[in-house]
């Protein structure tokens, strides 16, 4: 048996749970779980950034839960366990994602698998299931529904491009040290700029979860829309809304990921930072194979 975490923000279990569909598609273990308990209450008490388990928004998405006891197995560990494993660290089941692509993750038998996997390498090949599974409920409030569909009809019909500004939280200290300074205001003029060129009357979408900076960095109207009206657990409706313009500026947050990778048009264009975490080294010529048809730009706006 295989188990994986879901852990984390929406971006982060999205990305896990499409390793749960790529382990199964791959056959390296066809009884894969997931393991909820991240979102239990007596975890999430001691959490700071306390979160849902959002993937249960999806309409009728399949959630595989392991049990108690079947956690248990590879989380509980006694004396004779912790022994064997410091003698044989390969016996120890648990896997713990410890950089970008692990290729061995595939080969896997009889583990606990830990890691947020944001590499699009992973589960490229699966795409079009995934956009199948996740599945977008509509708003219940019938005037921003109608407004979500006006605005996918809007951004299928003219050159739309969606940006999405990450503040808030990544401006705390411990989270800037981390993520600070990667999507950076030279990057998304960059990214804008690519676009513009392909067709200048690009109009962008702005999504943020600092809207009050939106409006004032950029406040034409004929240029720009700030898209703030899906709030708290409807948030992930933005998701759709991006995956519905002709291309996709993200940042280094998984959230936008996913409205880029949920992109089934045939002329997208995908644009990220060239960098994740200011921890996590890269080497362009990796990252091109990790993020196969994505435009890679660095902090200084340079395409990479």
Not at 44 to 53: E, F, I, N, S, Y
Not at 73 to 87: H, T, W
Not at 203 to 209: A, D, L, Q, R, V
């Amino acid at each position: 048996m295989l188990i994986i975490q879901i852990a984390g923000g929406l971006g982060n279990q999205m990305q896990q749970y499409a390793m749960y569909r790529k382990l199964k598609k791959a056959g390296a273990d066809k009884n894969v779980k997931l393991d909820t308990s991240w979102f239990n209450k007596t975890t999430q008490d001691g959490v700071l950034a306390k979160r849902d388990l959002e993937l249960s928004y999806f309409p009728n998405l399949p959630l595989p839960v392991c049990t108690d006891e079947e956690r248990a197995y590879f989380l509980d560990r006694g004396v004779a366990r912790k022994v064997m494993e410091k003698l044989v660290p390969s016996a120890s089941k648990r896997f713990s994602e410890s950089c970008m692509y692990h290729p061995e993750i595939f080969e896997l038998k009889d583990k606990y698998i830990e890691g947020y996997f944001a590499c699009q390498k992973y589960y490229d090949d699966i795409m079009e299931e995934l956009q199948d599974l996740f599945v977008f409920p509509t708003h219940p409030d019938p005037e921003i529904n109608i407004k979500n569909m006006n605005l996918m009809n809007e951004m299928e019909n003219i050159p739309s491009v969606s940006v999405h500004i990450r503040r808030g939280d990544y401006l705390d200290p411990e989270n800037a040290a981390l993520f600070g300074n990667i999507a950076t205001e030279e990057y998304y003029e960059s990214a804008m700029e690519y676009f513009r060129a392909l067709d200048p009357d690009t109009h962008f979408y702005i999504f943020t979860n600092d809207p009050d900076y939106a409006r004032q960095k950029y406040a034409d109207p004929g240029r720009y829309t700030i898209v703030e009206h899906n709030t708290g657990k409807h948030s992930l409706l933005d998701i759709q809304l991006m995956s519905h313009c002709m291309g996709n500026i993200c940042a280094n947050s998984t959230f936008s990921f996913w409205g880029a990778r949920l992109n089934r048009r045939k002329d997208k264009k995908l644009v990220r930072t060239l960098t994740m975490r200011n921890n996590q080294p890269v080497d362009p010529s990796l990252m091109h194979e990790y993020w196969p048809s994505w435009v890679l730009v660095d902090k200084d706006g340079k395409m990479r």
